[in-house]
């Protein structure tokens, strides 16, 4: 096992101590803490920060709370609900007005729609399955800031383990498959749970509300063009790219992404993921181009890439490294600093999830800093 120095962060505090990380979790997010520290260290208040796959947005979220401008882009529309949600918190009075005035509809809202699919039935009672259509058709999220802050909310508390949730019990950062999920039902006698959704957003606001110093901005798009971002407009630059096989982020937020009315096998198809290491650098070369257009001159690039291992799991590949030497370098970018190793612990380790035999974790995140060549 490599030993490594462990990194300035792992003596802060991983969420930063702040609450709006209960929103909603969101796999192979970024500890606050690492983020945090890159903007402290390359960028200053007022500066614009951008991170081109920023899941749930924590980028974006901790270079607002730190007085910069953040931006998030994803081609999952989970990722930009949560995105814009937590850098565009609207006021505690109007998001307790909004959810007030949607359970006074709900009472006279008249259900045509009386069915869903079998997946969906299976999981919540009829009574709680009431609630969520009702707030599934009701909610503005994509053009209302506070409808989407109550989406996000929704995501958040409907699947999981305690009474917060709306569910069986079952994991709340991703969901299991259809089938697994009918099989475990069945050989333990689950019995869905009658909550009430508007109770639980009440005490979720409660646990998770929480506003940045700055407002920033969310996009869905493709890492590759993000043509909302003008050319030379970016400070600083952190990001973690899709990296491993192992994560489906539409397939295990199925349950999610039916609330937002999206089809997860249909949206998988879209985000990028591969298992050839050559598709994978043609697929890093063109986002790291389109990092230079957005980049200023001089600013920095912060990239984490975890360790995998090879399909044929002979051996673990330094993927960051493979990435710099494939892509970044013959781009023009130098280092910054030498690339830093990060043991990942072992609670976020995305085998934990499925247990011992599933899949191979990351166990080490490499952080590359770069900027583009001076031209003398
Ligand atoms: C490692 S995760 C990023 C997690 C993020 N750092 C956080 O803190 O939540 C990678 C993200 O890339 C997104 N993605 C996959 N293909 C993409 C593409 N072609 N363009 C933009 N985003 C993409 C996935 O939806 C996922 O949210």
């Not at 899941?55 to 953040?70: D, H, K, L, P, V």
């Not at 009075?93 to 009386?114: A, G, Y």
Request: proline share 5%; hydrophobic share 35%.
């Amino acid at each position: 096992m490599e030993q490594v120095e462990l990194p300035p962060w792992k003596n802060t505090s991983h969420n930063m101590g702040r609450s709006i990380y209960r929103l909603c979790g969101y796999m192979a997010m970024f500890p606050p803490n690492v983020p945090n520290h890159f903007i402290k260290k390359y960028s200053k208040k007022g500066d614009v920060v951008f991170d081109p796959f920023s899941g749930r947005g924590t980028t974006a979220i901790e270079a607002c709370f730190e007085g910069r401008i953040g931006i998030g882009n994803d081609k999952n529309p989970l990722a930009y609900v949560l995105t814009k949600a937590q850098t565009s918190v609207p006021s505690y009075k109007r998001i307790i007005k909004r959810i007030q005035d949607l359970e006074k509809d709900f009472l006279s809202w008249n259900d045509t729609k009386k069915a869903e699919p079998w997946e969906i039935e299976m999981i919540f009672h009829p009574h709680t399955l009431s609630h969520l259509r009702f707030l599934k058709t009701s909610l503005n999220w994509k053009s209302s800031s506070v409808d989407n802050f109550i989406m996000a909310m929704l995501l958040g508390i409907l699947h999981g383990r305690s009474e917060g949730y709306l569910s069986l019990p079952m994991p709340n950062t991703f969901s299991y498959s259809p089938n697994y999920i009918k099989g475990f039902v069945e050989k333990h006698n689950l019995i869905r749970p009658n909550r009430d959704a508007f109770e639980l957003l009440r005490r979720k606001l409660q646990r998770c509300y929480d506003k940045p110093i700055n407002k920033g901005k969310a996009y869905i798009g493709d890492a590759r063009k993000t043509s909302k971002i003008k050319d030379s407009s970016v400070d600083l630059i952190i990001t973690s790219p899709p990296y491993t096989r192992l994560i489906t982020y539409a397939k295990f937020n199925w349950i999610r992404l039916w609330a937002l009315g999206y089809d997860a096998k249909l949206l998988e198809k879209k985000l990028f993921t591969t298992s050839s290491q050559l598709k994978y650098y043609d697929f890093m070369k063109e986002v790291l181009r389109n990092c230079q257009r957005v980049l200023k001159k001089e600013a920095k690039l912060v990239l984490v890439i975890g360790d995998v291992q090879q399909k044929d799991k002979s051996k673990i590949v330094n993927l960051a490294e493979e990435v710099w030497m494939n892509c970044a370098q013959p781009l023009g970018f130098v280092k910054v600093e030498e690339t830093i190793a990060d043991p990942i612990s072992d609670d976020r380790k995305v085998t934990k999830m499925w247990g011992k035999t599933r899949g191979n974790a990351t166990k080490i995140d490499r952080i590359l800093v770069m900027k583009q060549k001076s031209i003398q």
